[in-house]
């Protein structure tokens, strides 16, 4: 993935969506192109216009955090986007070392989710990969492990782990299991962006995203607007085949001793359906143990190339 094309791309989309008037200028004459033009985003930051067309044309490498922060300021960035804006500076400024996608987790970290037996805990990478869980998050994410075509079309031999993105993009059950499937989306391949500006380089991330873009069109959509977000807290709503609806709250975060990996753990307020749900959940998961129909987490996953 062309890093300097992000850049470009990246500052342009938010340029296009600020008017003159929420940036504080007069409107002026007829404008071409919506949002700023590329003079009046420099004037914001207190820049020369022809150092910020050098700059959103993908020059960023060895530009100082004080200059980020005023472009930042003049693009009104949120917070997820001035640290996207920034990941992609450290990229540019990196030789082309692509993180390694983790697919297994230390037994430690498994042995911690083992433990939480009252709520679905997910972890994942940054490609979507659901790499580790406990009982009840792979009974709860029983559909995208069942994935009716979890090769992509490629051969048996070489399976793909259970990926988040393929299921909701590829998978008819996706719309079903996410019944606000629209902001669900939205918001994976916001997750998708922000990865790729943390590490563009990455082959196994951009074969992913060629895929989807390839095989999707509600995600190539979404991936040409650039969104980005930060991803810690909130209520997600799923439609269990099994189960029904269940309203859950999550909590997620980064694994800081395990770089790449982000735990997800989801609960349901007491005194709640959601709340009986989960045990519904919790017998649904003993059955399919028994069965053995739910994969393993000690069943080494095979990375599709």
């Known amino acids: 993935m062309d890093n300097r094309d992000e850049i470009r791309d990246f500052l342009a989309s938010r340029r296009a969506r600020i008017t003159p008037q929420q ?27 022809d150092w910020y067309t050098r700059l959103e044309k993908g020059h960023i490498s060895g530009v100082s955090e004080d200059v980020l922060n005023a472009v930042a300021r003049a693009l009104q960035l949120d917070d997820a986007e001035r640290s996207h804006l ?13 993180r390694r996608l983790v697919h297994k987790v230390r037994p430690g970290l498994q042995r911690m989710l083992d433990a939480m037996t009252d709520a679905p805990s997910i972890i994942r990478n940054g490609r979507m990969d659901i790499v580790a869980a406990n009982r009840l998050g792979r009974a709860m994410y029983w ?56 590490d563009p380089y990455n082959a196994d991330l951009t074969h992913l995203i060629g895929e989807l873009s390839t095989r999707s069109d509600d995600f190539r959509s979404r991936w040409a607007q650039h969104n980005v977000r930060l991803h810690h807290t909130g209520t997600k709503t799923f439609h269990h085949p099994a189960i029904g609806d269940l309203v859950l709250d999550y909590e997620s975060m980064d ?51």
């Not at 990229?91 to 070392?97: D, F, K, T, V």
């Open 23 to 49: 940036a504080g200028l007069a409107p002026g004459g007829r404008r071409r192109v919506p949002g700023l033009r590329r003079e009046e985003v420099a004037v914001l930051a207190g820049v020369s216009t």
């Open 143 to 198: 559909p995208v492990y069942q994935m009716s075509d979890p090769g992509g079309g490629q051969s048996p031999a070489r399976p793909q782990p259970a990926n988040i993105a393929r299921f909701q993009f590829l998978d008819p059950a996706g719309p079903d299991f996410h019944p606000h499937w629209e902001a669900a989306a939205d918001t994976t391949v916001a997750l998708l962006r922000t990865e790729c500006g943390r």
């Open 86 to 98: 920034f990941d992609l500076a450290r990229a540019a400024g990196a030789r082309a070392r692509p």
């Open 255 to 305: 694994l800081h001793a395990d770089p790449g990996l982000n735990l997800t753990v989801y609960t349901a307020a007491p005194d709640t359906p959601s709340h009986d749900a989960l045990r519904l959940l919790a017998s649904w998961a003993a059955t399919l143990d028994a069965a053995s129909h739910v994969p393993q987490e000690d069943q080494p996953h095979h990375q599709g190339q």
